[in-house]
């Protein structure tokens, strides 16, 4: 489980530093959404702006793991998406609440974060979590985090106040689909 806790962590912390450069200066709205597709990461979704691609190669006990992520948004809010892909078989021999509990445990950490909401959630299927992180006096991160075979993904709406942005959290969560998982 640690391995997920550390992946999730990381890539949590390192969208969070890419938006809180700018957390203070501009606005929290974000611009308008439009549909992005990764065939890296089989999926598509509405972003806010045409995102930066980053590729992160980290070590975790289950070995060198890449985190590609999908960064778009405003200079005070933003989107992420990301994945990684794990060994199946470390995937298959786990209890997916547990591995779940870890990438949220390694998000909270890693960004000295507080809990505020946690709610278990299936995605068509697939095994998920929406959680709300807060960062004090800095940010709220609205996640989702979903197990798809040996994929973790992990979607990220970033803001500095957790107030009036439900429209875009629902807009940015509905919007994501996998391919092939209906």
């Not at 992160?56 to 778009?72: D, F, H, K, R």
């Not at 794990?86 to 998000?107: C, E, F, V, W």
Request: some cysteine.
């Amino acid at each position: 489980m640690d391995f997920l806790k550390k992946a999730a962590g990381f890539v949590i912390g390192f969208v969070v530093v890419y938006f809180a450069i700018q957390l203070f200066k501009g606005s929290d709205k974000l611009p308008p959404f439009q549909e992005f597709r990764s065939d890296a990461g089989n999926f598509s979704i509405l972003m806010p702006g045409k995102p930066k691609t980053e590729n992160q190669t980290i070590e975790t006990p289950a070995g060198s793991i890449v985190l590609v992520s999908y960064m778009a948004g405003s200079s005070k809010a933003g989107c992420a998406v990301a994945f990684a892909d794990y060994p199946q078989q470390l995937i298959d021999a786990s209890d997916k609440q547990k591995l779940l509990d870890g990438a949220q445990n390694g998000a909270i950490k890693n960004v000295n974060g507080r809990l505020v909401k946690e709610t278990r959630v299936s995605f068509n299927g697939l095994p998920a979590r929406d959680v709300v992180i807060e960062i004090p006096g800095k940010a709220f991160i609205n996640a989702r985090l979903i197990i798809s075979g040996p994929r973790l993904y992990q979607l990220m709406l970033i803001t500095p106040t957790n107030e009036g942005h439900e429209e875009d959290v629902s807009k940015f969560f509905n919007s994501f689909k996998i391919d092939g998982v209906k």
